[in-house]
């Protein structure tokens, strides 16, 4: 029994370091953001208002959204870091996805609508661009600010991605604080180019219908990026399973001398841990005295080789 609780004490131990990792990780990445759109937003407001670009607005009010979506994802990690209680049992990690969802909501909303408000009204009541020249310098300060905060995302991405493209790491992650502030990033520096792109062409012909069609584009952008951390979003809150863990769990199982079938394997995403249920039948000439030790050792490699593991409900059955 001494080595078996030396094993459950380096499996919690490991545990509880990779979600430090996992948490450090994302701070700095909300730091990250939160510093360069503070920086951004400001410019960027100082420019659209001496210029008079709805482009330069849009993309200012899409900054300061983006500062007040770092505060909820922060609150959000914070709060899903409480510790378990009689009404939690299974601690608050979902809850960091709830605050997600309310940024990709903020998103859609602040950012998106307004900037296709803007354009529309800019569109309808067309105005000439005043030094444009100088809104198009700030957006390429704005883009190296913007380069700096994806590449500290990404940086922080980097441990979890494990070989994985950006989009299927996308698709396939629980860190919905990372997956929100790199949708975000991607979201700004594209809405940057677009920015960009039209205040030259409102330079190039004197138009200034191109800037009030760049402020549009902006926010079909914003709101098309909302809806996909939304989707994901969504998708952790109702229990999304991770499919690595259970297919390598169930492999594992399978292999097991004394396991006679795996009926059934759940491993469910709950913040940064993972909740493990199992279905095994066992060869019928075990004894309880041998077959509880079997599932103990089981358990412990399993937590061993999947640190998120945190539950494992190991139910005995000879069907499913």
């Known amino acids: 029994m001494q080595n078996a609780d030396c094993v459950v004490s380096s499996v919690q131990f490991f545990t509880i370091t990779v979600y430090s990792m996992s948490h450090s990780n994302s701070t700095k990445a909300i730091i990250y953001a939160f510093a360069a759109n503070l920086g951004i937003a400001i410019t960027k407001t100082g420019a659209a208002?001496?210029?008079?670009?709805?482009?330069?607005?849009?993309?200012?009010?899409?900054?300061?959204?983006?500062?007040?979506?770092?505060?909820?994802?922060?609150?959000?990690?914070?709060r899903s870091a409480k510790v378990a209680d009689q009404h939690h049992p299974m601690g608050y990690g979902r809850e960091s996805y709830i605050w997600s969802m309310m940024v990709a909501i903020t998103l859609f909303s602040v950012g998106g609508l307004f900037s296709i408000y803007e354009g529309w009204e800019r569109y309808n009541h067309l105005h000439s661009v005043e030094n444009a020249e100088i809104a198009l310098a700030v957006l390429v300060v704005a883009v190296f600010m913007e380069a700096l905060s994806l590449k500290g995302a990404l940086g922080a991405m980097k441990p979890e991605q494990a070989g994985r493209s950006l989009w299927q790491w996308f698709r396939e992650t629980h860190s919905s604080e990372l997956m929100v502030v790199i949708g975000e990033d991607l979201a700004a520096l594209l809405g940057l180019m677009i920015a960009a792109a039209m205040l030259g062409l409102t330079l190039l012909t004197g138009n200034a219908m191109y800037d009030a069609l760049g402020s549009i584009l902006i926010g079909v952008l914003l709101i098309a990026v909302a809806l996909m951390v939304g989707h994901e979003v969504h998708n952790l809150l109702l229990g999304e399973a991770d499919s690595e863990v259970r297919d390598a769990v169930a492999k594992y199982l399978q292999e097991q001398t004394g396991v006679v079938r795996v009926h059934n394997t759940w491993a469910i995403n709950h913040g940064n841990d993972v909740m493990l249920a199992v279905k095994v039948e066992l060869s019928p000439d075990l004894l309880i005295s041998q077959a509880v030790p079997m599932i103990n050792a089981m358990e412990c490699e399993i937590k061993s080789k999947h640190p998120r593991v945190k539950w494992i409900f190991f139910e005995l059955d000879d069907r499913d």
């Open 49 to 78: 208002i001496w210029t008079g670009s709805g482009s330069m607005m849009a993309e200012a009010v899409h900054s300061f959204a983006d500062c007040g979506n770092q505060v909820l994802l922060f609150v959000g990690m914070k």
